[in-house]
């Protein structure tokens, strides 16, 4: 855990360093690609006026629960200074808090605002002693409450919260009470003065608030990982799990550290921080929710492989035996580009141009790996002709084993010296593969040798006696085998026998075979039949001329 967070914080610093954290308006083109065609301006924000309108109707209409949404309001604010990151959650703070500058000071008089596209800009509605309201004409024509006004928007509220409020204006029915308002907004209008106070350009409330929700996505992210780990003891425990390999006790640790971002996240957004303090929290709480999303997904292909592989094993077919661990990692690779993208998403990175530049990089990137590519495809190969399964004997050129794994890229088999061997997929588009594991009668063809001072009788006595010994074995195929006296050898009378076994692995041909030969030798003892051996007779001559000496 220790070494997972170092990794976290890493990445972090990586990617706010190298993060295009940049807003729509910083982005610059390039070449000679053509401009696009500027868009009209909107009605609402076409004159000072129209937009002072669209702002005060929108919020208006929210407070009143006629619309499910200020983004109408938002649209009035420049927010180019605030980085995109956390511009929505900013965006919609600094429109409240311009709402309320706007019920607590003077009334706001919209005959007395022009209402022309040529109004000088920018127009100043009223000015603070902390700063100024005022509307600015953007280059594309619309008029929107300035970047300088939005940044000023904090300190004149704070202004206005500790002078006395324009007579007949009760805030906390308006503004207080009103549960659509921010809370940080609603608590900063009840805490007395001190704990507005700045200690490190944050204040004293934000400090506490801060804490209080970091302890809380603690004791969140320990609760969940205690239930589930309850949930996961019990799930081994249980009649359908408990014959099989128990999973893993922590294997949905990542949701805990999700459920705790996601504490993380909710607070960043209420305490109503600057938006480069909210920037720093929000890039990192984001990044941990999307780590621990994307490593939930990872272990949730586990579990899914885990429970496709139990039903694999209850069924006969060897093709889901193969199929299981090929769709786990077809899964974690989906896992890893969606990861990466769902990441870079929530950074804000340009998804869209990162998958371009991707595409433009597919062809040098399948030339280089071309070998991996023919190594795909001898797996589908592989799968779609069934040409073996998991548990199968085969023989490719000198490789002889069992299969255990098919993979993407290869192929792992057993061999008979219990050593691993990895075959590339490729081999097996290239070369003869023999499946032995395929066969349906497996053949035994053996000579024995019998005296050659056995008698006829007894001769065709024991070939009788073992032809009806496969007749009669239950492994053994009852036609097409031969049990016959075939050659005479240098020093025995041959019987060829030629049979097959009905077994479907090696381990019950071994016992099939050793039960056939058993059989045999007690026939030949009941009849009397002598197994003949390599023997030589030597004559000698004896010499006569030395024996006349």
């Known amino acids: 855990m220790r070494s997972l967070g170092y990794l976290l914080s890493v990445s972090l610093l990586l990617l706010i360093g190298t993060s295009p954290l940049v807003s729509a308006e910083e982005t610059a083109t390039t070449g000679d690609a053509k401009a696009p065609a500027a868009k009209p ?66 009334p706001v008089r919209l005959t007395r605002i022009p209402d022309k596209e040529d109004t000088p800009s920018p127009y100043r509605w009223h000015d603070y002693p902390e700063g100024a309201i005022e509307l600015a004409k953007q280059e594309d024509g619309r008029w929107l409450f300035s970047a300088k006004t939005v940044a000023s928007l904090p300190k004149i509220l704070d202004g206005l919260t500790q002078a006395e409020q324009q007579p007949g204006l009760q805030l906390d029915s308006v503004i207080a009470e009103n549960s659509s308002v921010p809370l940080h907004i609603r608590l900063r209008t009840k805490l007395p003065e001190q704990w507005r106070q700045k200690v490190l350009f944050v204040e004293n409330w934000q400090w506490a608030a801060g804490l209080l929700f970091v302890l809380l996505g603690v004791v969140v992210d320990k609760l969940t990982a205690l239930l589930l780990k309850g949930l996961v003891v019990l799930w081994n425990n249980s009649r359908y799990w408990c014959n099989y390999e128990p ?11 999700m459920a705790m971002a996601g504490v993380w996240t909710y607070g960043i957004n209420q305490l109503g921080l600057p938006p480069e303090y909210r ?25 899914v492989r885990a429970i496709l592989q139990i039903q694999a094993l209850k069924s006969a077919s060897k093709l889901d035996d193969a199929l299981v661990p090929l769709l786990s990692r077809a899964l974690k690779i989906l896992v890893t580009v969606g990861g990466f993208l769902f990441i870079a998403a929530n950074l804000n990175f340009n998804v869209t141009g990162l998958i371009a530049g991707l595409g433009l990089g597919g062809l040098a990137f399948a030339l280089a790996a071309k070998d991996m590519v023919q190594n795909l495809f001898g797996s589908i190969t592989v799968l779609t002709d069934k040409t073996f399964m998991v548990g199968d004997w085969i023989k490719v050129g000198d490789v002889e084993g069992t299969v255990e794994d098919i ?64 007749l009669e074995h239950p492994r053994m ?18 019987i060829l026998v030629y049979v097959f076994f009905q077994v479907q692995d090696w381990s019950q041909e071994l016992q099939a075979r050793e039960s056939f030969i058993l ?28 024996k006349a000496d």
């Open 519 to 546: 059989q045999t030798i007690e026939l030949a003892e009941r009849l009397g039949v002598e197994f003949a051996f390599p023997s030589r007779t030597i004559y000698l001559k004896e010499d006569i001329a030395h």
């Open 41 to 106: 301006v909107p009605e609402a924000l076409a004159t000072p006026r129209a937009t002072m309108r669209s702002f005060i109707g929108a919020m208006q209409a929210f407070v009143d629960k006629e619309r499910e949404d200020i983004e109408p309001a938002i649209a009035a604010l420049n927010l180019s200074e605030i980085n995109a990151v956390v511009r929505d959650e900013a965006g919609a703070d600094r429109a409240w808090m311009l709402w309320e500058i706007l019920e607590r000071a003077k």
């Open 477 to 494: 195929k009852h036609d097409g085998f031969y049990v016959h006296l075939n050659d005479f050898a240098e020093s025995s009378l041959n």
């Open 279 to 303: 920037l720093i929290l929000s890039v990192a709480a984001t990044f941990l929710a999307s780590f621990a999303a994307v490593w939930g997904a990872y272990r949730l292909v586990d579990l």
């Open 407 to 470: 993979g993407f890229r290869s192929t792992r088999i057993r061999t008979f010296h219990n050593s691993l061997l990895t075959v590339p997929n490729t081999q097996f588009i290239t070369s003869h593969v023999d499946n032995l594991g395929k066969r349906i009668y497996r053949r035994y063809k053996t000579v024995i040798g019998i005296t050659y001072d056995t008698p006829t009788d007894k001769i065709d006595a024991f070939c009788t006696g073992m032809r009806k010994i496969v």
């Open 247 to 257: 999973l893993a006790k922590d294997i949905l640790r990542p949701f805990g550290l």
